[in-house]
């Protein structure tokens, strides 16, 4: 069973920019998308799972919410599709995603795929809560989930449970679970938590400053006799902070009055919010 995951998707997202006319920054957001989705689109993989910040506002725009089903369909005619709801879907991915040959839910379930089984649970407020709905999936092959686990980190700052109600600790997952596909957290990484794999497909466009640095894309799992996992980087626009000539295309963040000449220099300026 060949699984792509992806995740915070952020479609809709927008930024103060200064773009070409009739340029907008969840174009990006979308053309990320559809990038990710690639090997389902050509049948490479058997499933794709969506772990969750599917939009980036609990109101989406109506234009980003047609187009993204309008691709998630097209996916579905290849390959089944499981999502969740993530923190920023606070108010309900299925109201957006209602498609019978999709499966976004909002509340946990396990569901079946070709005898793999997957649990899907969506953000929950305390790790408790989080708890008792991994608990009540019964055993899962592997678990979809958008969560900040113990060790998790972000520019600056580490995740340890007890400091945040929502950070899952080692106890608060089943003993039997082996492998854990989250969201959440946008920097992509993996770390142990007890016997399970936590492996954090990241963003898959840059949606603040701090991800500047940060390689973007997904993640392909492999549950053919061992478990495989590997992450598979993505083109995405580049974020420029600093004095240097930005890339061509790159959002740059500068000072009310500097748009022009981040223009020419090439880049489409990010004006930074007044103090």
Known sequence: MRILQIS???LGA???????AGWQ???DHHAALEHALGPALREEVDLVVHAGDVFDRSLPPRRDVLRAGALFLEVARRVPVLGIAGNHDRRGIQRWLPHRSLRFVDRAEAVEVRGLRVGLLPFRREAAAFAADAAGLGPVDLLVCHAAFDGSRVPGFTFREGRHADTVGAKHLPRDLRWVASGHIHPRQSLR???ATVVHGGSTERT?????PQVKGAVLWDFAGDVR???VDHPTRPMHV???PPAPGALVRCEPGGERAVREAGGIAVVRAAR
């Open 242 to 244: 600093g004095d240097a």
């Open 229 to 231: 996992w590997r992450f």
């Open 193 to 195: 938590l007890g016997d």
């Open 8 to 10: 915070d998707t952020h």
């Open 14 to 20: 927008k930024l103060n920019a200064r773009g070409p």
């Open 25 to 27: 920054r969840a174009d």
């Open 208 to 212: 603040a400053f701090s991800e500047a």
